[in-house]
């Protein structure tokens, strides 16, 4: 066997690989120390370059517009979030306008080193660059220097963390070269670098290992990662079904908002911006590509009417904590009003400051109209002075309006509740029969026009009839048929037709029927008598020497003679006999059922009647009377001629006395 002979022991061995690996890592560290450096100064110099690039191009934005104060703030808010600037300021032409440096404003800048020509070679101590910038002003281009002045501290710190950084990374590469990475590369690096190649290389196939424990680990993995390969694919799978479930619970929530007509909006109040969903851009009539939604945009909508309502409701509900809902107008682009409900609900964070508002806009316009038209409908129905009932056939009342329940001396809850039986009034029957009756007779009517008159009496709470004429029609909802009636109470218009009734008929001194009466009875009883028989007499009477009572003692006693006659007859009269004043001091007593004999002895006892009265100043009075009886198929004047010519002989023969012919 060949001996190989041992020139290095152990120890010389390890010297040697020691001196050789300090000379090596001490090389490494000054070049990895030079080359960290730079590095991270380039690093610095295109983060600085970006940020003042994005700063620069918001300041001018904010020029644009002008607004200074704007471009204070994002000078301030970049100076705070950058600790490498020492100052920042704009320039415009020569001269520093603005500065978070107060000192250095209205200072003139000499134009430095421009910041593209920045490198890591010139970022050092007391370094001051600049970037032009321009934007529109007035239609002109105009261009301003956003001055820099490094934070020297800053750099130098920034430097002597390279430092550090460098050297902690060379003591962990010695510490991990020397001591792990020669040792155990064979015993665990290497097995593990193979393991990692068959996963990477999806080689899933036995493989062999020098130590037991790692092929075991091999073995677990390769189960693992079938499990998850299995489990990613089902993971997969699911996601994609709950992404299509999503999709389509997205879109079935845009339909229901756009047929509810109802949109959601959350409005972040700590930068002023608002989300809309599309329905509320479709009821604010905008389009989403051109139109950015703004507290003060959304209120530029609202009708100016309605402006400081809706801001105190909203400052109401911050202030108070509150949930606020409201109606109200907006004013589209191109002039359409509509109306909104809206709702709004205020989250706060955990200082109770106001964070968000979140709540929906729904288009009510059309509601709105509806509601304003039925309220000024049931006005009209208020006003009505005459009383409207809506019931179903079996009379349960389901509409009022004011006078209907005012007249009847119910609340209208009350009224409600009953049945058009319970008001319905008969002498002789229950509700129940009169409504029937009446239903009857309405449905009759409705049969043969639109419309029903029909005459019922009503019974108020307090147990008062009054008349009332109902002018019903028939309406039809949900295949059940109602009755809409009008009714109107007509206690004055019977009073007044009944006084105009007697008016019409009665004498108006002594109150007895007058010849336009007495023609209405005369006539039908001519006609009883003509058609079924039987006998009628009558009797005429005149007040002897009349004229001369008015001539003596004038009208009103004249008017007092015959007022005490007329009353004397009347109490000797039977009630079937007809007491008329024919004309002047004459007048007519009607005998129905009754022969001449017994009219002749009625006349005279009429005669003796009146002779024992004692009239005042006048003294007594007399009349004369002439009595006939009506013969079959005569005419009326034919009768009446008879009977006149019947007193013309009494006072013929002296008067004071009763002729008969």
């Not at 020098?210 to 299995?230: L, Q, V």
């Not at 009595?627 to 001629?641: G, R």
Request: with cysteine.
């Amino acid at each position: 066997m060949k001996m190989y002979k041992n020139f290095f022991s152990l120890k010389k061995v390890n010297l040697l690989v020691t001196l050789f690996a300090a000379t090596i890592i001490s090389i490494a560290i000054f070049h990895t120390y030079g080359a960290t450096k730079n590095y991270f100064k380039a690093q610095d110099i295109e983060r600085i370059k970006n940020d003042i690039s994005e700063l620069g191009y918001a300041i001018a934005s904010s020029m644009q517009s002008a607004q200074m104060e704007k471009v204070s703030q994002f000078l301030a808010k970049s100076l705070e979030a950058h600790k490498e600037y020492e100052a920042l300021s704009i320039s415009i032409g020569a001269k520093i306008v603005l500065s978070t440096d107060k000192k250095l404003v209205g200072e003139i800048y000499k134009e430095g080193l421009h910041a593209d020509k920045i490198d890591c070679c010139r970022v050092n101590e007391g370094l001051v660059f600049y970037s032009d910038f321009s934007y529109l002003k007035d239609g002109k281009e105009m261009v301003f220097n956003l001055i820099v002045d490094l934070n020297d501290g800053y750099l130098l710190s920034a430097e002597q963390e390279v430092k550090n950084l460098v050297v902690v990374f060379v003591l962990y590469f010695i510490l991990i070269i020397l001591v792990f990475l020669l040792f155990l590369y064979f015993l665990n690096i290497y097995p593990l670098i193979k393991l990692n190649r068959c996963i990477k290389n999806q080689e899933c196939t036995p493989s062999d290992f020098i130590i037991k424990e790692h092929s075991s680990i091999y073995r677990n993995i390769i189960e693992k990662y079938n499990e998850i390969t299995f489990l990613n694919k089902t993971l997969e799978e699911k996601v994609l079904q709950r992404t299509k479930e999503l999709s389509k619970t997205n879109q079935l929530f845009k339909e229901a908002q756009k047929l509810t007509r109802i949109g959601n909006w959350e409005w972040n109040m700590g930068d002023n911006s608002i989300v809309w969903s599309d329905e509320i851009f479709t009821i604010f009539g905008a389009k989403a590509q051109e139109f950015v939604p703004t507290y003060d945009a959304f209120m530029n909508y609202v009708h100016t009417d309605d402006k400081d309502f809706v801001k105190n409701s909203i400052n109401s509900a911050i202030e108070n904590k509150k949930d606020y809902a409201i109606n109200h107008r907006i004013v589209l682009p191109d002039g359409t009003q509509k109306v909104v409900y809206e709702k709004g609900r205020v989250e706060y964070d955990d200082a109770q400051a106001p964070l968000r508002m979140a709540g929906t806009v729904q288009d009510i316009t059309e509601r709105y109209k509806i509601s304003k038209e039925l309220e000024f409908q049931s006005k009209l129905l208020a006003s009505v002075t005459d009383s409207i009932f809506v019931h179903d056939l079996d009379g349960n009342i389901i509409y009022v309006n004011e006078a209907a329940h005012k007249t009847r001396g119910y609340a209208k809850d009350e009224l409600l509740g009953m049945k058009m039986q319970e008001l319905d009034y008969h002498a002789e029957k229950n509700g129940d029969e009169v409504y029937r009756e009446n239903l009857k007779n309405a449905k009759e009517q409705l049969e043969k026009e639109n419309k029903a008159v029909v005459e019922v009496m009503h019974k108020t709470k307090d147990g008062k009839i009054i008349p009332i004429e109902m002018t019903c029609r028939m309406i039809e909802e949900n295949d059940k048929n109602y009755i809409i009636s009008v009714a109107r109470d007509v206690s004055l218009l019977k009073a007044m037709n009944e006084k105009l009734q007697k008016l019409a008929t009665t004498d108006k001194l002594t109150g007895i029927y007058n010849r336009h009466k007495f023609d209405e009875i005369f006539k039908a009883e001519i006609e009883r008598v003509s058609r079924y028989g039987g006998l009628l007499s009558m009797i005429m009477t005149d007040i002897d020497y009349f004229k001369r009572v008015n001539d003596t003692y004038g009208h009103d006693v004249g008017d007092y003679v015959i007022k005490k006659i007329v009353d004397t007859i009347k109490r000797n009269i039977r009630h079937i006999d007809v007491f008329v004043r024919w004309g002047g001091e004459e007048f007519i007593i009607l005998c129905p059922q009754t022969d001449s004999p017994s009219a002749a002895a009625l006349a005279e006892k009429l005669r003796s009647a009146i002779e024992e009265v004692e009239f005042e100043k006048v003294g007594s009075v007399t009349c004369s009377f002439g009595v006939t009886s009506y013969e079959q198929k005569e005419s009326e004047n034919s009768f009446i001629k008879r009977l006149d010519g019947a007193l013309y002989r009494a006072k013929d023969k002296g008067r004071n006395r009763v002729v008969v012919i």
